[in-house]
């Protein structure tokens, strides 16, 4: 059974920085693309960023230069480094796995494991 644990979310102040980090279990996360994904009150969710297996990187146009992913040294756990935090980065944090093309790595419909979702609220 597959497994997404994330943790690390909170309350922080604008340009404050918080870390969430993501565990997986019942998969090789070594050889997945792991990603974040956002959803904002009444809004869709939509992605933040992922890391490939081979450590690569993307990240939505809105976080870049704020925000990083990275792995674990046993690669089971993914973390988002998330700096410079502003109001419209509120939301719930979704951790996700899956083996998708580099051009779906940003794409909902692309994975099949995910976390149950952590808030990050950051005030004005």
């Known amino acids: 059974q597959v497994q997404l644990v994330e943790s690390g979310g909170g309350s922080v102040q604008a340009g404050g920085s918080l870390r969430l980090s993501c565990s997986a279990s019942g998969i090789t996360a070594s050889s997945y693309c792991m990603a974040w994904f956002r959803q904002a009150p009444r809004k869709e969710r939509v992605g933040v960023g992922a890391i490939d297996s081979d450590d690569s990187t993307v990240y939505a146009d809105s976080v870049k230069g704020r925000f990083t992913i990275s792995r674990g040294n046993a690669k089971k756990t993914q973390y988002l480094q998330m700096h410079n935090l502003k109001p419209e980065d509120t939301g719930l944090y979704y951790c996700?796995?899956?083996?998708?093309?580099?051009?779906?790595?940003?794409?909902?419909?692309?994975?099949?494991?995910w976390g149950q979702g952590n808030q990050v609220t950051v005030s004005s």
């Open positions: 996700a796995a899956d083996r998708p093309f580099p051009s779906w790595w940003l794409q909902i419909a692309a994975f099949s494991y």
